[in-house]
């Protein structure tokens, strides 16, 4: 089973630049999840889909769009990147935001903003 | 104040000796706890899951679950170094008002 593809795997953007992170999921699930890791820190939300159709914003929303465009696909768009932006980004997916299932992790997307 | 704290960090045990990880969390409503490893440069990974009070042992982790003092932890007997990762503790729930409910994590280093 693929589980979490995320693409791409490292990206390098100039400041002012635009992308997107796109991630699928193969299990069917209603939850997805975008998060940045910075180095020795925990997780922090960015955006969430509790489910298709919806979105809302997590923690540190600024500065990024989300789209889940069916209930497999959630991309993230980064509109002008900034240096601020550089960090780890891990697409999850879980059954159920609020049941207690496992939240599944994609292999993370490693982005650098000069 | 975060939904989840985790002892900080890092914690080093050499080769063989128990490691011990623990969590508070602040929500009673809390019915069952995830514990996830992180290797460094990787994604995280459920490794327990404890849906009751009490103890659950899978292999040489055992995972404590103790809903009256809201605590939660995990042990790893006869550390390895491969065991050297960080661990993330996470209630049922993944958000809470928009935020992730995962612990910062306690990197643990087991030397040879």
């Known amino acids: 089973n693929a589980g979490v593809t995320q693409t791409p795997k490292f990206q390098v953007l100039k400041t002012g630049q635009s992308m997107t992170l796109q991630c699928a999921q193969d299990m069917n699930h209603n939850s997805m999840y975008w998060y940045r890791q910075d180095p020795g820190m925990g997780l922090r939300l960015i955006y969430y889909s509790a489910s298709e159709g919806t979105t809302d914003k997590g923690e540190v929303p600024n500065g990024y769009n989300v789209s889940r465009l069916n209930k497999r696909e959630f991309s993230l768009r980064l509109e002008s990147a900034a240096p601020s932006q550089t960090s780890v980004y891990f697409c999850a997916s879980s059954a159920r935001d609020d049941s207690g299932n496992t939240i599944y992790f994609g292999e993370g997307s490693w982005l650098t903003v000069v | 104040q975060k939904e989840v704290e985790q002892n900080s960090g890092p914690l080093s045990v050499p080769e063989g000796a128990i490691a011990s990880l623990n969590c508070t969390y602040s929500?009673?409503?809390?019915?069952?706890f995830f514990w996830y490893r992180q290797y460094s440069g990787k994604s995280p990974e459920l490794i327990m899951s404890?849906?009751?009070?009490g103890d659950k042992e899978d292999g040489r982790f055992t995972a404590q679950l103790n809903k009256a003092s809201q605590y939660v932890s995990l042990l790893i007997r006869d550390s390895q170094p491969s065991d050297s990762a960080t661990y993330l503790c996470a209630p049922p729930s993944s958000t809470n008002a928009g935020k992730s409910t995962f612990g910062d994590g306690t990197t643990l280093t087991v030397k040879p």
């Open positions: 929500d009673r409503g809390s019915q069952s």
């Open positions: 404890i849906y009751s009070n």
